[in-house]
């Protein structure tokens, strides 16, 4: 039975990364000029979540959609 459903698991994961991957095209374009300095810190991101590179806010809304903190 697990075999079976193998095609449905498949498609699920390909339409959670093209939804992540148009959502992260999207943070990208909207927050990626955005920067964290002194006078204006970054209150939810740190070094290892923000949107200015595509592959890390590609794993930021990863984190984002299981929970991570």
């Known amino acids: 039975t697990v075999i079976q459903t193998l095609p449905q698991v498949e498609n699920l994961g390909l339409l959670f990364f093209l ?3 148009i959502f992260t095209a999207l943070g990208v374009e ?3 000029i ?3 300095n002194e006078e204006r810190p970054c209150t939810g991101l740190d070094k290892h ?3 200015t ?3 890390i806010a590609f794993l930021t809304l990863f984190r984002i959609a ?3 903190n």
């Open 34 to 36: 955005l920067k964290c």
């Open 19 to 21: 939804l992540f991957f």
């Open 66 to 68: 299981t929970g991570d």
């Open 53 to 55: 590179d595509f592959d």
């Open 30 to 32: 909207l927050f990626g």
């Open 49 to 51: 979540a923000h949107f």
